[in-house]
């Protein structure tokens, strides 16, 4: 049966195994086509980012605890924010290291972690500065209003966090030809390891509970969309190693399956 929680797993786990070979490209792109600026930006947008999902898990937990939730599910969210602290502090140590200690100079950098606790982009997500980051949050933020399910729903909210293992993950397995790839690679390694749970575990949970085929297909066609707009908002991230033909191309092989898929959310949820 489809909706066996097996089925629904492996379903679910192939089409995030194919986003994770598509965005091979973009990771490998930024590889071969290095620049200090490219190095600096992403870095720098990333540990804002990080630094923003402290935030939102700070602020789940202050909720929380006002509203006498159970103390475990308080002390996730604590959790939660302290990991996302970890990620931002080995990302600010290197991007300390890689400037010398002399200041960061991307534009408006606090900007790219403000995001709102309904997976929407911020005021300071400025559209301007970074148009794909901003669509992306703002398209999780859409679909999580139109659907009717609240199980669809979930899977959005999930996807929008859980998908980045594979993007740490790829960063994790990038040769490390010099010290900055070195300290990058080792950093990437580890939040890949503590993004895991985030996305693949997450896939196995909300296998078991699938109400209807029609929900099934919403999810799947929302998450399409989602990581379709999240290879451009890397692509952006690294100041497009991919030229618009590229990622173009990139896309289409994605939505055709003509990519080769990583196993990663399978491996992890089997």
């Known amino acids: 049966m489809r909706l066996s929680a097996a089925n629904v797993q492996e379903e679910l786990s192939n089409l ?6 598509a965005m091979s490209r973009v990771v490998t792109a930024y590889a ?3 620049t200090r600026e490219r190095d600096i930006n992403w870095v720098a947008l990333q540990a ?3 630094f923003g999902a402290m935030r939102l898990h700070t602020w789940a937990m202050w909720q929380k605890a006002r ?11 604590c959790e939660d924010a302290f990991e996302e602290a970890e990620h931002y502090w080995g990302l600010m140590k290197i991007l300390d290291w890689y400037l010398e200690g002399k200041p960061c100079e991307v534009k408006e950098m606090w900007g790219y972690g403000d995001f709102t606790d309904s997976n929407g982009p911020g005021p300071g997500m400025k559209a301007s500065l970074w148009p794909e980051s901003q669509r992306y949050f703002a398209l ?3 679909q999580q209003k139109i659907t009717a399910s609240p199980w669809v729903r979930e899977v959005v909210k999930t996807n929008v966090e859980g998908a980045a293992v594979a993007f740490h993950h790829l960063l994790g397995l990038l040769p490390a030809t010099d010290e900055f790839m070195k300290r990058v690679t080792e950093h990437e390694r580890s939040i890949a390891d503590d993004e895991r749970h985030h996305g693949p575990q997450m896939l196995r949970q909300l296998a078991k509970s699938v109400p209807s085929e029609k929900d099934l297909d919403q999810a799947e066609q929302m998450i399409t969309e989602l990581r379709v707009q999240e290879l451009r908002q890397r692509n952006e991230q690294f100041l497009h190693p991919l030229n618009s033909s590229e990622l173009k191309q990139l896309e289409q092989d994605f939505l055709n399956k003509k990519v080769q898929p ?3 959310f399978g491996a992890v949820a089997a």
């Open 48 to 50: 804002t980012k990080e």
């Open 262 to 264: 990583i196993a990663l």
């Open 32 to 34: 071969e086509r290095r």
């Open 140 to 142: 999780a933020q859409e």
């Open 16 to 21: 995030m195994d194919l986003y994770t070979g």
């Open 67 to 77: 509203a006498m939730d159970e103390l475990n599910s308080i002390r996730k969210s």
